[in-house]
């Protein structure tokens, strides 16, 4: 089982910029629905950091 962290001010940017909460995201992986998980294209800025790609 993944763990996952979410932070209250992330979520809310979130929610409201792309109408998905962290809460759904966590399902959707749960549920099976996660495709592939890559590593971020600026990992100067976000080093060790992972893109989830979901359906």
């Known amino acids: 089982m993944i763990k996952f962290r ?3 001010e992330k ?3 979130l ?3 792309r109408g998905v909460s962290f ?3 966590v399902q959707s992986i749960e549920n099976g ?3 592939d998980i890559k ?3 600026n ?3 976000h080093a060790g950091k992972k893109i989830y790609m979901l359906e």
């Open 33 to 35: 629905n996660l495709l």
């Open 43 to 45: 990992h100067r800025k």
């Open 39 to 41: 590593l971020h294209y």
């Open 6 to 8: 979410c932070n209250h």
């Open 15 to 17: 929610l409201h910029g």
């Open 11 to 13: 979520n809310s940017k």
């Open 23 to 25: 809460e759904e995201i």
